[in-house]
Structure formats: structure tokens, C-alpha cells
């Protein structure tokens, strides 16, 4: 069965303190890795795309890597505007079309 | 440029009413989906629409119909609301199903 698990659920940092979120799946045949950021009361933003093992993109103090297993979010001395909740993605077949399996996210809290 | 729009935000309903949750996107997007995000649930795709007069099922889509006339649009109707589909409802919108997606704001819906 396909899965995506995020750790650590809730992730709390002081300022400057660098760290990274896990993103572990179980998919066979891995169409693309996305990373969503999620504000109280908001819908999921895109943040990135990875498609294949060994690619990295990165957005100010966001980093996303990606392996055959699991893809990582590294975040580089975070400031409290950081705080949100991160989401990872991917594609599972349903049926005949792809559609977008979501991890529970881990919650993040940058303390000033 | 408007994204993706969902109405209404806040929605109080009794047990056994029907209703229509909304969601219209401006970009031309083929794949939309709905989604719905509860306390340690995550989020759960409801039903999916890989272009006009094509939809399919997701992960928990007892209780929801869809259908899709046009490409803009894509209604979320609950037949007879119960208080297990007390939720945030998200509506998405992608160029199709392996791109990055556009959320809406959410409609939160309470069922007593």
C-alpha cells in the first residue's frame, strides 16, 4: 500500500536553530515528491517539486532534498515566520489517473 | 488573477440537511480535487476530476457527490450532512495530477 509518513510530528526551534523534517514513502515508482507549507486557517502553499534521487531546490531558508526512500526539508537558521505546519506529497495511482497522497505533516514553531 | 475559490468559508448545517460546497478556478487547470482535513487525519482526498465530465473517487468519498460540466467548476455536494463530516474542506487545482497544486482557502463546515 502506498504511504507517505512525516516525522517529527511537532518540531519546535529557537530562532537560528537549523534542523530538518523528514518525509519517508512507500511508492512504487515515484512520480514526484511535493513540499506544501500551511498557515492556521489557510490552505496548503506549493513550495517544491522534486522528481528524482539526488535532486535538491531551495527557497531562502528552505532546502528540499530527495533519495530513493525518503526526501528531507532542511531549514537554515529559521526565524519565527517559519512557524507553519509542512506538508509532503505523492502521486499514487488510483485507478486509471495519479492522485495526491498526503503525510499527517510535522508543525513547526520557531521561538523568538 | 483569482487562483482557486471556494465559497462559502463557514458553513453551520443540522444532521440530514444537503448542501453544495463551491469551487471555481481561473487558471484553466484540468485536475481538481477535494480534499478534507481533520485533527491528526491529515488530509483525505475526497473525489477528483481529471478534466470535464471525468471524475473518480478517493479516499473517503461516502457521503459526497461530485461532477464536473466545465472546466472552471467543480461542486462538492454532501446529500445528507452527519456530524462525521464536521471538517475543513479544501478544493485544489493543478495543470494535471503529477504538477504542483493550487489550494483554495477552505470552507469549515460544522454539522450538529
Known amino acids: 500500500e502506498d504511504q507517505v509518513t512525516q516525522s517529527p510530528e511537532a518540531l519546535r526551534l529557537q530562532e537560528g536553530e537549523s534542523s530538518s523534517l523528514n518525509c519517508s514513502y512507500t511508492?512504487?515508482?515515484?512520480?514526484?515528491l511535493f513540499w506544501y507549507r500551511q498557515d492556521p486557517g489557510k490552505g496548503p502553499e506549493f513550495l517544491f517539486t522534486?522528481?528524482?534521487a539526488g535532486e535538491e531546490k531551495e527557497k531562502e531558508r528552505l532546502k528540499a532534498t530527495l533519495t530513493k526512500k525518503e526526501s528531507f526539508l532542511h531549514i537554515t537558521a529559521p526565524k519565527p515566520e517559519d512557524s507553519a505546519t509542512y506538508l509532503c506529497?505523492?502521486?499514487?495511482?488510483?485507478?486509471?489517473?495519479?492522485?495526491?497522497?498526503f503525510g499527517k505533516g510535522t508543525l513547526l514553531t520557531v521561538n523568538p | 488573477n483569482a487562483g482557486v475559490t471556494q465559497t462559502p468559508k463557514f458553513q453551520v448545517l443540522k444532521t440530514g440537511q444537503s448542501m453544495t460546497l463551491q469551487c471555481a478556478q481561473d487558471m484553466n487547470h484540468e485536475y481538481m480535487s477535494w480534499y478534507r482535513q481533520d485533527p491528526g487525519m491529515g488530509l483525505r482526498l475526497i473525489h477528483y476530476?481529471?478534466?470535464?465530465?471525468?471524475?473518480d473517487q478517493g479516499e473517503v468519498p461516502n457521503g459526497y457527490n461530485v461532477s464536473r460540466s466545465t472546466t472552471e467548476d467543480f461542486p462538492l455536494r454532501l446529500l445528507s450532512a452527519a456530524p462525521s463530516q464536521t471538517s475543513v474542506y479544501f478544493c485544489?487545482?493543478?495543470?494535471?495530477?503529477?504538477?504542483?497544486?493550487?489550494f483554495g482557502s477552505g470552507t469549515r463546515l460544522t454539522v450538529v
Open positions: 476530476s481529471v478534466g470535464a465530465g471525468i471524475t
Open positions: 485544489a487545482s493543478s495543470r494535471q495530477a503529477l504538477y504542483g497544486y493550487t
Open positions: 522534486l522528481y528524482s
Open positions: 511508492v512504487s515508482g515515484l512520480r514526484g
Open positions: 506529497a505523492v502521486p499514487t495511482k488510483g485507478g486509471s489517473n495519479y492522485k495526491l497522497t
